[in-house]
């Protein structure tokens, strides 16, 4: 058989393009045709498709739930009173409502940052069918621009959902950071639920000498959380950037980078800390396409129960991509024996003058840490957590901004305790 | 205090100890001296509860409580402490931050409220003194990078903080130079007293000479063979384990 494989559509396909041709109108507009198209023409994506293979969507995403509505005064009244309750994590914010910007909700940005649409059609150096997919089905949107040379104080963006029953919460956001500019970006996911599908979309671009630091953290419960994360560098640019995993039945996040100038930086970290059955995914793709940059990739995992974690990072650097200097790490804790972990750090290199590694461990606790520990009068479950939290804290710690660093810390020791809890009941 | 009845013990299905006897007093510093490959060591994990051991006969009594079927951090907060021969390194976790949550953790297993901070750090300050350990490596995490001396006198500094009822010592001595041999016995012998007791595991007489213990017990084979006064290391001293090598058997 060397045919290829004709799948026929699944439901959610079929439910997917409905609700495309109903509510948005193709024929409005050529940019979200477009990108439906490209949508339909590699449908949801299965373990067949390399940078998907742990996670198969074809399989998870069984219904398309239906689209969460623009916010309505109710929506909007609801909105307020979760975000009355949440601490904020900077001086500025800016909310989302199911995709939408809600001015009433938000500050004024500060000195230096204009808010306006994205742009209809971005021109993405990324081709993935579930990107594709969120700029075919989202609301307009936001983008955030700072001024060149500006410095604004740190803005949170926080993306809302405010809805009943199974809902599909769509959502473009775009940063863009002027020449020598330097900026702070906290995108928090707030108030999904089970029966939430949450596809989010955010487009980083940093002109020459600009720096960004940008974190992303869900902090509600979706049944599936897919996010892509587009960045382009330019020369001398500079990305630091955290994704924060706590919360979330299914989660995809995906970063499509690429440099673009000499010079530029990036660094990617993040922490997973993943119970129950919960299945987080993180997939890379750092493309080196001008000389003398440097990528740091540093993931970690904490798995517990039956829960699986996906780390996957693949370092391209083309040729002319001298100098290049790449180091990518993934490291996972498991704590039970049928919790997974899935680690593919993939280097591409060609370029002859590079210095790049990678490097991926899994394992459990170390015993002889605990053991000591416990000769020492920590009882099992606080021994286990003392050396899980610092395992954790050592990736937190890539976050630059301390006030930050410090609620992420105070979200992971809640969720140690929890499961020191659970496991002595 | 402490009374070792009949104990064997292996790892992997190897036989280690082999229907151990030993007794030490309430107050007394008892020394075990054996050629390498005696078993010493493992007493020591066996007495502190590491999991890997597997206990096929005896008991371990501490004040007349079987203490063998209790979790290392319960036998802890009832008086046992490991100095260990070599001290494991804890990346991420700051010293200071070890000590308080380990000294609040066995406060709590006896019903005892917490150390406020400000006494936490009186009673630390003061123990790092008397140890020479440079306030400096407390804020550094635990063990990490800590030079051989420098771990040994954390062993001791936590050991005088928990003030434990019976102190097992595993080869304190090995890797110190002859300062850090003597700040580290005299914390030792600051701790003596009547209601303390030791067992100070080593193979050289060298931190005898520091340390004067009231027995001397002789290791081979996984079990006493000889018991003596402070005269028994001196008389090992001179003619090695040669003795006892076959002794056991």
């Known amino acids: 058989m060397t045919a290829a494989p004709a799948f026929p559509r699944t439901a959610a396909e079929l439910g997917l393009a409905e609700q495309f041709h109903a509510s948005l109108g193709a024929a409005d507009s050529p940019a979200r045709a477009e990108a439906f198209r490209r949508f339909e023409s590699a449908g949801l994506p299965t373990r ?21 509505a623009a916010p309505d005064e109710a929506a ?80 949170e963006i926080v993306h809302c959902f405010a809805g009943e029953g199974p809902r599909a919460v769509y959502s473009r956001f775009a940063i863009d950071i002027g020449a020598d500019a330097s900026a702070a970006f906290i995108e928090r996911f707030v108030g999904a639920g089970a029966e939430t599908q949450r596809h989010a979309s955010t487009v980083i671009d940093v ?23 587009v960045v382009r560098l330019a020369e001398r640019a500079a990305l630091d950037a955290f994704g924060f995993v706590a919360g979330g039945a299914l989660v995809r996040r995906q970063i499509f980078a690429r440099i673009v100038g000499k010079d530029a930086r990036i660094g990617l970290a993040g922490l997973g800390l993943l119970d129950g059955s919960r299945h987080a995914d993180t997939t890379l793709e750092v493309v080196h396409a001008a000389p003398h940059g440097s990528s740091r990739e540093f993931y970690r995992h904490i798995v517990a129960d039956v829960a699986t974690g996906v780390f996957q990072g693949k370092v391209i650097v083309q040729p002319g991509a001298q100098k290049t200097d790449g180091a990518m790490k993934s490291q996972a804790i498991l704590l039970s024996p049928e919790a997974t972990m899935n680690a593919k750090p993939e280097l591409e290199i060609f370029a002859d003058d590079v210095v790049c590694g990678h490097g991926a461990t899994i394992g459990a606790l170390d015993p002889e840490q605990l053991f000591y520990l416990q000769a020492r009068g920590l009882p099992q479950a606080e021994a286990e957590a003392m050396l899980l939290e610092a395992f954790g804290a050592e990736a937190i710690g890539r976050v630059a901004d301390s006030a930050l660093a410090e609620a992420l810390l105070t979200v992971m020791r809640d969720w140690l305790a929890r499961r020191g809890r659970g496991r002595l009941s | 205090m402490l009374e070792i009845k009949n104990l064997s013990a292996s790892i992997k299905g190897n036989a280690i100890l082999d229907g151990l006897n030993l007794t030490v007093k309430t107050g007394e510093v008892a020394a075990i001296m054996g050629p390498n490959g005696s078993g010493k060591s ?23 409580e079987n203490i063998l079927g209790l979790a290392p951090d319960v036998r802890a907060a009832k008086g046992v402490f490991l100095a260990f021969q070599y001290p494991i390194e804890i990346p991420g976790v700051a010293t200071m931050t070890f000590l308080k949550a380990t000294l609040n953790a066995q406060r709590r297993a006896r019903g005892q409220a917490d150390l406020t901070t400000p006494e936490f750090m009186r009673v630390v300050r003061s123990a790092a003194q008397g140890l020479k350990v440079d306030p400096d490596m407390l804020k550094r995490p635990l063990n990490v990078g800590f030079s051989g001396g420098e771990k040994k006198r ?80 001196l008389e090992l001293e001179r003619n090695g384990y040669r003795d006892y090598s076959t002794e056991a058997a």
Do not use: C
Request: charged fraction near 20%; avoid cysteine; hydrophobic fraction near 50%.
């Open chain 2, 42 to 64: 493992t007493l020591s994990y066996v007495i502190a509860g590491k999991p890997d051991y597997e206990v096929t006969s005896g008991e371990v009594l501490l004040n007349g």
């Open chain 1, 207 to 229: 002109a020459a000498g600009g720096a960004l630091a940008h974190v992303a953290a869900i902090e509600d419960e979706p049944g599936l959380h897919v996010e892509s994360e």
């Open chain 1, 48 to 68: 067949r498709v390399e940078s998907w293979h742990y996670t198969d969507l074809r399989i998870a995403l069984a219904i398309a739930a239906p689209l969460a």
């Open chain 2, 154 to 233: 954390m062993e001791i500094l936590q050991m005088t903080l928990l003030a434990p009822r019976l102190g097992v010592l595993d080869e304190t001595d090995s890797g110190l130079d002859i300062d850090a041999l003597r700040i580290v016995s005299d914390g030792v012998n600051a701790l003596r007293g009547p209601d303390r007791s030791f067992v100070v595991i080593t193979h050289y007489q060298r931190l005898l000479e520091h340390i004067t213990p009231d027995v001397v017990h002789v290791m081979a084979r996984g079990r006493i063979v000889k018991s003596g006064g402070p005269e028994l290391a």
């Open chain 1, 76 to 155: 909007i009244a609801a909105a307020k009173d979760r975000l009355a309750k949440l601490p904020r994590l900077a001086p500025a914010r800016i909310v989302l409502v199911n995709g939408v910007f809600v001015a009433a909700l938000s500050d004024r940005p500060p000195a230096g940052v204009a808010l306006a649409q994205p742009p209809a059609s971005p021109t993405l150096p990324a081709d993935d069918p579930m990107l594709a997919l969120t700029l075919a089905l989202a609301p307009a949107g936001i983008a955030a621009a700072v001024a060149p040379g500006a410095k604004p104080p740190p803005i």
